[in-house]
């Protein structure tokens, strides 16, 4: 595969479950990105990190909590989220930090019940 | 005032139009201006990036960057269905403490 990727595409989870969005980029970029999209409002920067350490943390709640093991995959873990957290989440790459070249992966599509 | 404002539309124009997508800023530390286009259902694909004041050109798409007035703009020539899309603009700055925010979004419709 090229590019970002992310999995899952779709999830559809209770308050009070626990989940994990994963994204891997294949692009050698050295910074990765944590975005939430929803209906009617600009893009939300949630986590930058740059070769594997949070640079950004953009006052989002402790039930989003992001793991970057190394600079090609990132983690959000996901638990006791509420209803208005459903939106979709697009992770990003770049060859450093707030750089202006950033590819985004197709997203994951979060509902929550 | 919000940091960047770019009007959500939506924007219908017939195919072959020259479309005009805007955006305003307030924080005058941007530096770096870009332009994305998302076609439903996937994520946003960089279009162009823009540094300096003045026009850049590529293809049919047009960049263009007015820092005094904090006002960028993305024309689209001879505009085409598969232009179909929501087109975000975003700026980051540069040095020390870095920024980076994005409009809502315009979506666009261009009609055969």
């Known amino acids: 595969e090229t590019g970002v990727t992310q999995t899952p595409r779709h999830l559809v989870m209770g308050m009070t479950n626990k989940k994990s969005l994963k994204c891997e980029q294949h692009?050698?970029?050295?910074?990765m990105y944590w975005y939430k999209q929803s209906a009617k409002k600009p893009l939300e920067l949630m986590f930058v990190?740059?070769?594997?350490?949070?640079?950004e943390n953009n006052s989002v709640p402790s039930r989003f909590s992001p793991e970057c093991p190394n600079s090609s995959h990132l983690f959000l873990h996901l638990h006791t989220l509420q209803p208005e957290d459903s939106a979709l989440y697009l992770c990003?790459?770049?060859?450093?930090?707030?750089?202006?070249?950033?590819?985004f992966g197709p997203g994951t599509r979060l509902l929550v019940l | 005032q919000k940091e960047v404002e770019q009007d959500p539309g939506p924007l219908s124009v017939p195919e072959g139009a020259i479309v005009s997508l805007n955006c305003t800023y307030s924080?005058?530390?941007?530096?770096?201006f870009m332009w994305y286009r998302q076609y439903s259902r996937k994520g946003p694909e960089l279009l162009m990036y823009?540094?300096?004041?003045g026009n850049k050109e590529d293809g049919r798409f047009t960049a263009q960057v007015d820092k005094s007035s904090k006002y960028i703009s993305l024309f689209i020539r001879d505009s085409q269905p598969s232009d179909s899309a929501t087109y975000l603009c975003?700026?980051?700055?540069?040095?020390?403490?870095?920024?980076?925010?994005f409009g809502k979004g315009t979506k666009l419709t261009v009609n055969p």
């Open positions: 990190y740059s070769l594997e350490e949070r640079v």
């Open positions: 692009l050698g970029h050295n910074a």
């Open positions: 823009t540094y300096s004041s």
């Open positions: 990003a790459s770049s060859p450093g930090p707030f750089q202006e070249t950033q590819y």
């Open positions: 975003a700026m980051v700055t540069q040095g020390g403490s870095e920024k980076l925010v």
């Open positions: 924080n005058s530390a941007f530096q770096y």
